[in-house]
């Protein structure tokens, strides 16, 4: 299994950043869900460290108008400029309490929101911002996305679903045989925890605000008797990766 692919999605609930390589600590992969941006009406169970529930934050599943959000960031993923329909907006500074108040300014004037409320960037102080408590990273099969679009006979493409790595040299959704081992990726070991559950936001095309009309995850149910593409994994130790590096069994 060889990796071909590595994003990390510098803002939480907004399109990713693709890197040729990636490190992995006790806090997750670097620079991955770094900030976040409070939901005004939805913000209950807060940390103090920085981590909280998904609900807390603007994501697709909820605000589907963020699909028409493509991004751009610096090397560093902290200065995010946005193109929406052909309009570039930014740059923002997200380590600045400046660039986070314009950030959330200019969403409001975009006034897709039905609430109203003070927008706030936080930054996961203790680890990043997924969705989960612990720290986790999500890996992909293409062989099982490349099964799920002829069965479909539509192109969908890799980002909708927002995986961190994609690897080729498995078989279409062999991948679930790895539920439960350890994985030895570049010089980073992970647990492969369980395959990725697909909420609604994956029939959100990028550059796109519309929902499709058709459900993908109905599809998948149908077809495999799941809506699951991805695994979900958990860092056993630090360590690095770069693309064209070997996944296999630690």
């Given at each position: 299994m060889i990796i071909d692919q590595i994003t990390r999605f510098p803002v939480k609930g907004l399109y990713g950043q693709n890197l040729d390589h990636a490190t992995i600590s006790a806090r997750g992969m670097s620079g991955d869900r770094r900030f976040g941006i409070y939901h005004p009406k939805r913000v209950k169970n807060r940390s103090p460290a920085g981590w909280s529930p998904k609900v807390n934050f603007l994501q697709m599943v909820f605000e589907s108008f963020l699909g028409a959000y493509e991004t751009n960031f610096d090397a560093s993923g902290e200065v995010l400029k946005l193109l929406i329909e052909g309009q570039e907006y930014g740059p923002y500074d997200l380590k600045t309490a400046q660039g986070r108040a314009e950030l959330c300014k200019q969403i409001r004037l975009f006034n897709d929101l039905e609430d109203d409320g003070p927008l706030e960037v936080i930054e996961g102080l203790d680890q990043s911002l997924t969705d989960r408590k612990e720290p986790c990273i999500t890996i992909g099969n293409p062989a099982s996305l490349g099964d799920l679009e002829k069965q479909l006979d539509r192109d969908?493409?890799?980002?909708?679903?927002?995986?961190?790595?994609?690897?080729?040299?498995?078989?279409?959704?062999?991948?679930?045989?790895?539920?439960?081992?350890?994985?030895?990726?570049?010089?980073?070991?992970?647990?492969?925890?369980e395959p990725v559950d697909r909420c609604r936001a994956i029939n959100l095309t990028p550059g796109d605000r519309n929902w499709n009309k058709d459900d993908i995850n109905v599809h998948m149910k149908r077809i495999y008797g799941h809506n699951c593409l991805g695994l979900l994994c958990v860092p056993l130790t630090q360590g690095s990766f770069r693309i064209g590096d070997e996944v296999k069994l630690a």
């Open positions: 969908l493409g890799r980002s909708r679903f927002r995986l961190n790595a994609w690897f080729n040299g498995l078989e279409a959704w062999a991948e679930h045989e790895l539920v439960g081992k350890r994985l030895k990726i570049g010089s980073a070991e992970l647990k492969v925890i």
